[in-house]
């Protein structure tokens, strides 16, 4: 029904068709809590903790489509603003979150200790960033809303790198690997331009405009998450 939302315009009817999403969401959210609560003692593994608060980021996620379908906007926010923030919610704050916490369990496994220590600076930065970014919005602190966007762009760009160095190598099929390489060169490409938008806006020289970013990055993002 998410998806049905779309075919009408922003207003009540699209965000009724959205609902059963934040519904969803919260049960993932719940879940998520719980799956902290119960690792007791290994509370704060990092790969486990992107997991358990990528699940979490998705009511925020969410809580924003809805805001969205049901066609939110204020002088200070416009309504485009809010549809992007829905999208980078469920991509950066939940699903690179997610993924990111995934990529840490599966290298973790193959016995390299070296590698999941080297995907710690990565998490971090995943897990940071984007918290960095919207408080720096929400306190119109355009220095830390640059340096959480390059932190998150940086931490994804070695993520990508890690993916198809070494995680895909270690999975069995040509189908699969080619999958992941495909997928991380789109996430290494996206990150670029990400950080070149943020710096640009910050320093205040031309780049790229939003419909630009939309058709590229986002498009990049969109392959490098199937």
Request: a positive charge.
């Amino acid at each position: 029904s998410t998806a049905a939302s779309f075919l009408f315009p922003a207003g009540r009817m699209a965000a009724l068709l959205a609902a059963p999403w934040g519904l969803f969401a919260a049960l993932t959210a719940a879940f998520g809590v719980l799956r902290f609560y119960r690792r007791r003692g290994a509370r704060l593994q990092l790969a486990e903790l992107c997991i358990d608060i990528g699940l979490v980021y998705l009511l925020l996620a969410a809580r924003w489509l809805l805001l969205s379908r049901a066609g939110f906007q204020s002088p200070r926010v416009p309504q485009l603003i809010v549809a992007l923030t829905a999208v980078h919610f469920h991509y950066t704050f939940f699903t690179a979150t997610l993924l990111t916490g995934l990529l840490g369990k599966h290298l973790a496994a193959g016995g390299a200790a070296a590698v999941p220590r080297g995907l710690a600076a990565a998490a971090l930065g995943v897990l940071a960033g984007p918290m960095l970014v919207a408080m720096g919005i929400n306190a119109d602190l355009p220095s830390m809303e640059v340096a959480g966007a390059v932190l998150l762009a940086t931490s994804l760009f070695a993520t990508a790198g890690l993916t198809a160095l070494v995680a895909a190598p270690r999975v069995g099929g040509w189908p699969v690997r080619i999958l992941l390489w495909t997928a991380s060169a789109a996430l290494g490409g996206a990150m670029i331009l990400a950080a070149y938008f943020a710096i640009g806006k910050y320093c205040g020289f031309q780049t790229l405009s939003y419909q630009a970013m939309i058709r590229l990055h986002g498009i990049a993002n969109a392959t490098d998450r199937k």
